[in-house]
């Protein structure tokens, strides 16, 4: 396991997970099949209250979903976190059937 560099994006235009998913901390936990634990952000500790959409610093603009406390939601997009590749589950907007 290696741990990469990530930064928060803050576009609230596109917060509505996909359908089936309460938010994206439900989404995060179903794709991985377990509940949040902590904070996902390398070296803290905070109660997961949020799953925050993410983007890999210097790759491209896909984005991932990361469960993260409220203290680190609040930091700014400039700010570089570390948090380990396998925890990031790739945002797939998913097709409207209905
Ligand atoms: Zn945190």
Redesign the pocket.
Known sequence: MRFIEVKLIKDISNDIPPKGYLSWLDYWEKKKGIKAKE?E?LL???EPVIGAKIVKVNRSNREYILP??S??NLQSEDKIFEAWECDLVPVIMMKETD
Request: charged share 0%; proline share 0%.
């Open positions: 904070c952000f803290c500790v905070g993260i406390c203290h680190c």
